[in-house]
Structure formats: C-alpha cells, structure tokens
C-alpha cells in the first residue's frame, strides 16, 4: 500500500518569504502522480500543482513550484514571496495511475502553514 | 463552470441519531468520491462511485453507513446511527474518469456528534 509522509505538522513564514513543505511518499509503482492540495479554513480543498512521474521536469505554477526527487521519493513544495492568502493546510497526495479503482488517491497527514504579516 | 455542491454545510447530532449529506458534482464527471476527515488529519476515502455504480467501498463501515448515487449523479451518505468518533468534516469529490487531473473538492460537511 502507498503511504505518504509530511514531517512538518506546523511552520510559519514571513510574508514575502519563500518556504519549502516536504513530502516523501513509498510506492512500488513506476508510473504515477503526485499532487499539492491547500485546504483553507473555508475547508475546500484546492489543487495547488501536480506533477507526473515520468516527467523529469519540476511542475511550476506561478509562485509554486516543486522539486521531484524520484528516486529518493520526495516531492517538496516551494512557495515563493508567501502572501497572507497562503495561510492554510497543505496535503501531499499520491495517485497510483488514472482510472485506478481503490485506495488510489492517498493524502498525507498535512502541514499547517501560517503565514505572518 | 460549477463546482462540486454540498449540503448541509454544518450538522450537530446527538449520538444514536441519523444523518444525511448530499453531494452534486461537476456536471459530467463519472467519478464521485465520498472522504472523511478528522480534525488534524488527512482526508481518508470512504467509498468511491463510477456512474452510479460502487467501486470501492472497503473503507465504508457499512454497519452504520451507507452511500447512493442515483442515475449517477447526485449522491447521498447517511450514517444510521451515529457515533462521537464520526465527528468530522465529509468532503464530497468527483473526478473525469481517469482523474489524472486531480480531484475537485466541495466545501464539506462538519458533523459533530455530541
């Protein structure tokens, strides 16, 4: 089964400043996807950024940006110049391939970001 | 275009009592997903729907809950009855069939069972 770990219950950044959430996952799958979601007090969760597998190109969407390290199975999230706005829950999430029945999509446990004016 | 829609947003229950939420998702998505999140934690899958058809529901425990997706649309879970340790927020998510674009959310449910 596919566990995903965030060593981070908790941080807090400056506005303005970067950060860098961690995530480390164990599969035995080779083709698969990771994603960012942010879960504000609104409780929604928003997909942040995905990243694919087999891309060996780091997935970028404008402040955010990841750092895939396959074989060490880590995928990290940046966010550059935080703004108050990015005060939320973060979760990593795996999803083995497309169309999967099952336990296909697994959450971390989430960090807890606050961003401090 | 519409994001996935639920109800009630809130619910306080006393333990033994029953409840009911509803899910509409994004209009053509087969895939619908019912989750469970305590406080603190990461949201944990409950059952998951193609159409209107179950395709995992390992996770559901299926004493006291159960899940419908009519016409494969809508959906509903109901907790019959319920318990302290069912107090959590149920995140309602629905997907195109091969998801690989990740999942779209609703707001949730918060459930407090006292």
């Known amino acids: 089964a596919q566990t995903v770990t965030q060593s981070q219950p908790e941080m807090s950044v400056q506005e303005a400043e970067t950060v860098t959430l961690s995530c480390t996952y164990d599969?035995?799958?080779?083709?698969?996807?990771l994603f960012w979601y942010k879960q504000p007090p609104s409780r929604q969760m928003i997909l942040v950024i995905r990243?694919?597998?087999?891309?060996?190109q780091n997935a970028t969407e404008n402040r955010f940006s990841v750092n895939f390290q396959k074989a060490a199975k880590s995928f990290s999230l940046k966010i550059s110049d935080s703004q108050l706005g990015d005060t939320a829950m973060y979760f990593c999430a795996f999803m083995k391939r497309p169309g999967n029945y099952g336990q296909n999509f697994v959450f971390g446990p989430g960090t807890r970001l606050s961003v401090l004016p | 275009e519409a994001g996935v829609a639920q109800s009630p947003r809130y619910k306080i229950i006393e333990k033994r009592q029953s409840v009911a939420f509803w899910c509409n998702p994004i209009?053509?998505?087969?895939?619908l997903y019912w989750y469970q999140q305590i406080l603190g934690q990461g949201p944990k899958l409950l059952i998951q729907f193609q159409n209107n058809g179950v395709v995992d529901d390992s996770q559901l425990p299926k004493d006291r809950f159960s899940a419908e997706r009519l016409k494969g649309v809508d959906s509903t879970l109901k907790i019959q009855p319920a318990k302290l340790e069912d107090s959590a927020v149920y995140l309602c998510?629905?997907?195109?069939?091969?998801?690989?674009?990740?999942?779209?959310f609703g707001s949730g449910t918060r459930l407090t069972v006292v």
């Open positions: 209009s053509g998505h087969a895939t």
């Open positions: 599969t035995s799958e080779n083709n698969y996807y």
């Open positions: 998510a629905s997907s195109s069939s091969q998801g690989a674009s990740g999942y779209t």
């Open positions: 990243q694919e597998a087999y891309k060996q």
